[in-house]
C-alpha cells in the first residue's frame, strides 16, 4: 500500500519569496505523484502530476516539482510566491496498476500562507 | 453552470435526522467520488463510481449511502449521523476511473451533526 508524507503542516513565506513544499511517499511499486491546491472556501484543484518521462513537471499558477525517485520525493516549488497563492497544498500519489489501488491517496495537506 | 457543483454548501444536522448531499458534474465525466475531509487528518475516499456501477466502497459505515442515478449526479444519504461526522464533504468527477485521469472538485458540503 502506498503513503504519502507531508512533513510541514504549515509554511509562511513573504510575497516574492522562494518556496519549496515538501512531500515523500512509500510505495513498493511505481506510482503517479499528483500536486492539488485548495484555495479557501473551494475544492481541489490540480496544480501539476507526474505519470512518466522528465522528472520536472511543470504546472500551472508558476509551480513546478520534481520527482526524485531514489529520495521517493516529489516536493514542489514555486520561485517567488504571491499573496494569491496562500492556500492548502495536498500532494497524492495513486497506483498505475488502476482499480482499488489506483484511488487517489493524499497526504494531510501543508498550509501556505504568504505575507506582505 | 459549469464544472462540479455541490448542494448544500451547508448543513446542520441532528442525530436523528435524514438528509441529502447532492453533486451534478457539467464535465461529460464517468466516474464520480465522495470524499470526507477532516481537520489534521489526509482526505478519506469514501465511494467510488465508475460508469454508474460502484468500484469502491471504503469500508464506510452504513449510515451513509451513496446513490448514482446517471454519470452526471451523485448523492450522499445521510442518516443517524454522530458528531464525529461533522466534516466538509467533496465530491469529485474524473473522465473515467484511471489513476492517471485528473480529478475536479466541488466546493463542499460543510456537515455538522449536533
Known amino acids: 500500500a502506498q503513503s504519502v508524507t507531508q512533513l510541514d503542516s504549515q509554511v509562511p513565506v513573504f510575497e516574492e519569496a522562494p518556496v519549496e513544499l515538501r512531500c515523500n511517499y512509500s510505495?513498493?511499486?511505481?506510482?503517479?505523484l499528483f500536486w492539488y491546491v485548495q484555495y479557501p472556501n473551494q475544492g481541489l484543484q490540480l496544480l501539476l502530476k507526474y505519470l512518466s518521462g522528465s522528472t520536472l513537471v511543470k504546472g500551472i499558477n508558476g509551480f513546478e516539482a520534481e520527482f526524485n525517485k531514489s529520495q521517493t520525493s516529489f516536493h514542489l516549488r514555486k520561485p517567488s510566491v504571491h499573496i494569491s497563492d496562500t492556500a492548502e497544498y495536498f500532494c497524492a500519489v495513486s497506483d498505475p496498476r488502476g482499480g482499488s489501488q489506483g484511488n487517489l491517496i493524499f497526504g494531510k495537506g501543508t498550509k501556505l500562507s504568504v505575507k506582505p | 453552470e459549469t464544472g462540479v457543483t455541490q448542494t448544500p454548501r451547508h448543513l446542520v444536522m441532528g442525530m436523528t435526522n435524514k438528509k441529502s448531499l447532492k453533486c451534478e458534474q457539467h464535465?461529460?465525466?464517468?466516474?464520480m467520488y465522495w470524499y470526507k475531509q477532516s481537520a489534521k487528518k489526509p482526505l478519506e475516499l469514501m465511494f467510488v463510481y465508475n460508469f454508474k456501477e460502484q468500484t469502491e466502497n471504503n469500508s464506510v459505515p452504513s449510515r451513509f449511502s451513496p446513490e448514482c442515478p446517471n454519470s452526471s449526479h451523485l448523492f450522499l444519504h445521510l442518516h443517524t449521523l454522530q458528531p464525529e461526522d461533522s466534516a466538509l464533504y467533496l465530491c469529485?468527477?474524473?473522465?473515467?476511473?484511471?489513476?492517471?485521469?485528473?480529478?475536479?472538485f466541488g466546493p463542499g458540503t460543510r456537515l455538522t451533526v449536533l
Open positions: 464535465l461529460g465525466h464517468n466516474a
Open positions: 469529485a468527477s474524473s473522465q473515467d476511473g484511471s489513476s492517471y485521469n485528473e480529478q475536479f
Open positions: 510505495s513498493s511499486v511505481s506510482v503517479y
